[in-house]
């Protein structure tokens, strides 16, 4: 099997996770959710590829025109959810 060393603590051994990661891009934080990210099963320490975050950048920038998440035109404050 290919397992990866931590770069952190060169001791632990990095396993994938999907996890929703909390992503800053360009001023905006986005939700991502299913990112693979290396975990550490040592010192717990998170890395994520450079082809994840390239793929986490698209998702911003396409949330950011409105394309996946709420358009930008709904007011958060008066209550959608009003039942
Ligand atoms: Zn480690």
Not at 9 to 29: D, M, N, W
């Given at each position: 099997?290919?397992?990866?060393?931590?770069?952190?603590?060169?001791?632990?051994?990095?396993?994938?996770?999907?996890?929703?990661?909390?992503?800053?891009?360009?001023?905006?934080?986005?939700?991502?959710?299913?990112?693979?990210?290396?975990?550490?099963n040592t010192c717990g320490e998170e890395v994520i590829n450079a082809t994840e975050i390239r793929r986490m950048e698209k998702i911003a920038k396409q949330t950011r025109r409105g394309n996946i998440t709420t358009p930008p035109h709904t007011h958060p404050a008066v209550g959608q959810n009003r039942r």
């Open positions: 099997m290919d397992q990866k060393l931590c770069p952190s603590c060169s001791e632990g051994i990095l396993i994938p996770k999907y996890k929703q990661v909390l992503f800053t891009y360009q001023g905006g934080q986005y939700q991502i959710p299913d990112v693979v990210v290396q975990v550490c």
